[in-house]
């Protein structure tokens, strides 16, 4: 028998079970709803009958074998989903809801399989054909197979008694550790003193006019993040090459101007320092992605492969408004949208911080930015758990004498969920496009 000639997976007990406990037991429709959808069914029948039962539950109407049945026939689909017949014998044959889990999920399982084979046999045509390019092929792929994937989880509650021993436990960690912050230090003590580092499943936003240093403060964050403290990080650059990237990371840590290493103008001894900070680079734990146009979904699709095969406990999104969400045909307020609300259960998902960057708006220019000028979308400061402005006089405005190396730099902290807002202030080196410590002696303005 060739595989055309097989039958796609299904299991018709599982449906009848499922259809059947849904009719029994109004409880078991709650349950049912969290893994299946009509399509999911591979009897047309059932698919009707299915997407009759949930017209039925989302409209608060009872849901039994005479309601069932006089909604099939309002819809003219009661002789095409079985008849009177079929509708009585799906209740007889299921004694209990009980296991009404269980049905669902083989369905579940059966239906995956399906698209599975589906998604195969797209692939096996495609690449029969010299017109689909084989890149094309593969993310087309890649995409199909991680939507499957997130088809398998399903949301779910806790009782309070459940979580409270787990939260105790963390604190009882923190007493005993001495531990200064509860999640990952971003390096700057400045503002770890006021977030108690970057916490697990948050999306943090940091926003500031072009030119003012938002890649160049989270690259400093991720240096910090990755080689001082040994932790794996993630950094999406959809602005600038993974070999820019890392120039400027030369640059900063071999504190040589990028000036001097983009032209090849070094001293014999500048190689000393370039190949110490080359050391230190080569062995952080870095994950840098650098694709320009890079999909909402298939964002979502690396990070969770960073996250299973390098473990990374944190993202950098350089930067959000880059990110081109999957409906194009929608307006672009809607898109940012889109992809704030994405990015946000991405954090909760991997639990991990999500640090996405953020241009503000034009007309803040020369003041200090607020939550309503971030850029294209009220959606941004609404999914953030932490936003973050930068703000610091431009290069351009600085007096002719003004020689000094630092300048002053204020990190706004203008919306932090669970803690405090403020401003700190931190240094930027433009020389070296490097963000550290504010010396004492710096006058803040």
């Known amino acids: 028998m060739t595989l055309k000639d097989k039958i796609p997976p299904h299991n018709d007990e599982a449906e009848y079970a499922t259809l059947g406990a849904m009719l029994l037991d109004p409880e078991a429709i709650s349950t049912v709803i ?19 039962i949930l017209d039925l539950y989302n409209r608060g109407d009872a849901v039994d074998l005479i309601t069932l049945t006089e909604e099939l026939k309002t819809k003219t689909l009661l002789e095409s989903s079985g008849g009177p017949a079929y509708l009585s014998e799906l209740s007889s044959r299921v004694p209990t809801s009980a296991n009404v889990e269980y049905y669902a999920k083989i369905v579940q399982e059966c239906s995956i399989r399906r698209q599975l084979a589906r998604v195969a046999s797209e692939m096996v045509a495609q690449s029969y054909e010299d ?42 960690r923190g007493y005993h550790t001495k531990e200064s912050y509860t999640g990952i230090p971003s390096g700057f003590e400045v503002l770890d003193e006021l977030t108690s580092g970057f916490q697990r499943s948050e999306f943090i936003v940091i926003g500031a006019r072009p030119s003012v240093g938002k890649t160049a403060f989270a690259l400093s964050m991720a240096a910090n993040i990755s080689m001082k403290q040994k932790t794996p990080v993630g950094f999406f650059t959809l602005e600038m090459s993974g070999m820019a ?25 500048d190689f000393h320092s370039i190949t110490e900070a080359a050391g230190k680079i080569y062995e952080a734990e870095l994950y840098i992605e650098d694709s320009p146009n890079l999909k909402l979904l298939d964002l979502r699709a690396l990070a969770r492969r960073m996250k299973l095969q390098q473990n990374i406990e944190i993202i950098f999104i350089d930067y959000l408004t880059l990110i081109q969400a999957e409906s194009s045909d929608i307006p672009r307020h809607e898109q940012i949208a889109e992809i704030s609300r994405s990015l946000k259960a991405l954090a909760r998902e991997l639990d991990i911080p999500v640090v996405a960057l953020s241009q503000v708006k034009r007309e803040t220019e020369g003041k200090r930015p607020t939550l309503a000028d971030l850029r294209e979308s009220g959606s941004i400061e609404q999914d953030a758990d932490v936003v973050i402005f930068l703000h610091r006089e431009r290069q351009s405005d600085r007096k002719a004498d003004d020689t000094t190396s630092e300048v002053v730099t204020e990190l706004i902290i203008a919306k932090q969920r669970n803690g405090p807002v403020g401003t700190r202030h931190v240094a930027f080196i433009p020389e070296y496009t490097r963000f550290e410590a504010l010396s004492s002696d710096v006058p803040v303005y």
């Open 131 to 172: 017109k689909y390019d084989v890149r094309v092929i593969i993310e087309e792929a890649e995409q199909a197979i991680f939507k499957l994937t997130e088809m398998q989880s399903s949301s779910n509650y806790f009782a309070a008694k459940d979580i409270v021993p787990k939260t105790i436990e963390a604190i009882e």
């Open 245 to 269: 990237l890392i120039q400027r990371l030369l640059s900063s840590e071999a504190r040589l101007g990028s000036k001097k290493l983009r032209s090849g103008l070094l001293r014999p001894a």
């Open 34 to 52: 969290r893994f299946l959808r009509p399509d999911d069914f591979y009897k047309n029948a059932n698919k009707r009958i299915y997407q009759a």
